[in-house]
């Protein structure tokens, strides 16, 4: 893909290395501050790309503050459109300039997945997060 990444997803950067705390630090009662460890660059037809998040222009953090419903990064925040819980996980979703983004987080031990989506296809971000 042809995006750059600092652009669209200055947003969605994510945690350094999740401590061990409780499930409760990660159900979406406490901000997070995230940071991506590793990405992917996919496009439909070809082989993803691995490499660090910062070659595809990731940011290095992103701030997760689901009181005021909102994911911040050090360029640009995106409004959380959607959010689910369940036993195991926290779904986050949104949208900005033109990409569909998404947040997993494991509610027990912080480290999520994120993904930015457009009809060329997809990054995919890992990391992990941590409450501050």
Not at 1 to 26: I, Q
Not at 29 to 40: D, F, G, H, R, T
Not at 104 to 113: H, K, P, R
Request: hydrophobic residues 45%; negative net charge.
């Amino acid at each position: 893909m042809t995006f750059s990444f600092r652009m669209g997803l200055a947003t969605l950067s994510l945690a350094a290395v999740a401590s061990a705390s409780h499930a409760a630090d990660f159900d979406g009662s406490k901000q997070l501050i995230c940071a991506p460890v590793e990405a992917m660059d996919c496009t439909s037809g070809e082989p993803c790309r691995r490499g660090l998040p910062a070659e595809i222009g990731a940011p290095k953090f992103l701030h997760i503050d689901f009181a005021k419903k909102v994911v911040l990064g050090t360029q640009r925040s995106s409004p959380i459109a959607a959010m689910e819980t369940s036993a195991t996980q926290l779904l986050l979703q949104g949208s900005e300039l033109g990409y569909a983004w998404s947040i997993a987080l494991d509610q027990e031990s912080g480290q999520m997945t994120a993904t930015l989506t457009d009809r060329e296809g997809a990054f995919v971000l890992f990391g992990s997060c941590i409450p501050i």
